[in-house]
């Protein structure tokens, strides 16, 4: 039931600012008590969790990319976004919106994702 799809451009230019937003639909971002999460796979990496906003509009961040990136919501139209500042090549990756109700912030915790979306950083 619960269904989340990622938007967003897929190309940037370095020092850019990375902006995604992921579309929920079929359950409430307030529902408690779920973390919805930004999570993402660079090549040849493993997935990393990087941030995430609870039910009631708590941001967390990964500690190394809580200096850049920001989590944000639309509780009206049932969306949440991820702004990443001065991005670079190495933030070239395929990303993901997801969702959990465990409060580990880990991606194996996660009971729904997006289909993710490849953002390339390039010059």
């Known amino acids: 039931q619960v269904q989340l799809q990622e938007s967003g451009p897929g190309l940037l230019k370095p020092s850019q600012t990375l902006s995604l937003t992921c579309t929920v639909s079929?359950?409430?971002?307030?529902?408690?008590?779920?973390?919805w999460s930004w999570i993402r796979q660079a090549p040849g990496k493993a997935l990393e969790w990087m941030g995430g906003i609870t039910y009631d509009g708590r941001d967390v961040y990964s500690p190394a990319l809580k200096n850049r990136a920001s989590i944000s919501r639309d509780t009206t139209t049932n969306h949440f976004s991820l702004q990443l500042r001065s991005v670079t090549p190495e933030d070239t990756a395929v990303y993901y919106c997801?969702?959990?109700?465990?409060?580990?912030?880990?991606?194996?915790?996660?009971?729904?994702w997006g289909r993710g979306t490849l953002v390339t950083v390039s010059s």
């Open positions: 079929g359950a409430s971002i307030t529902m408690q008590y779920y973390v």
């Open positions: 997801a969702r959990e109700d465990r409060g580990t912030c880990d991606p194996c915790d996660m009971d729904s």
